[in-house]
């Protein structure tokens, strides 16, 4: 079973950046799909971002192409997301997942563990 922790989440102003990190542990890193999903109050969790294994693909929710970009680090066994030119609408708690796969996977129910979350505010 695999253990993620968030953490870089914070309050930054519009057009400011942060970029969040997600440790794994418990199980191979490098076999795990990776992908970075977002919750607003009273709102479903959405997709943000997608990595596959090896970090060749990536796919990115519409909302955030061009502004944020998702890595992984294999040897140490953590995924990130920078996050530039930042909107108050991009304030949420985020969610790092994974799932055993080669590829990427864009759906919350396509992912096995997950994060606790870490907040992210962006004021105006």
């Known amino acids: 079973q695999a253990q993620l922790v968030e953490s870089g989440g914070g309050l930054v102003q519009a057009g400011g950046s942060l970029r969040l990190s997600c440790a794994a542990s418990?199980?191979?890193?490098?076999?795990?799909?990776m992908g970075w999903f977002r919750q607003a109050p009273g709102k479903e969790r959405d997709f943000v971002a997608a990595?596959?294994?090896?970090?060749?693909?990536?796919y990115y929710a519409d909302s955030v192409k061009g502004r944020f970009t998702i890595a992984r680090d294999n040897l140490k066994n953590t995924v990130y997301l920078q996050m530039n030119s930042l909107k108050p609408m991009d304030t949420a708690v985020y969610y790092c997942?994974?799932?055993?796969?080669?590829?990427?996977?864009?759906?919350?129910?396509?992912?096995?563990?997950w994060g606790q979350g870490t907040q992210v505010t962006v004021s105006s």
């Open positions: 997942a994974a799932r055993s796969g080669t590829y990427y996977y864009i759906k919350a129910t396509d992912y096995n563990y």
């Open positions: 990595i596959s294994v090896s970090g060749g693909s990536k």
């Open positions: 418990g199980r191979t890193f490098s076999n795990y799909a």
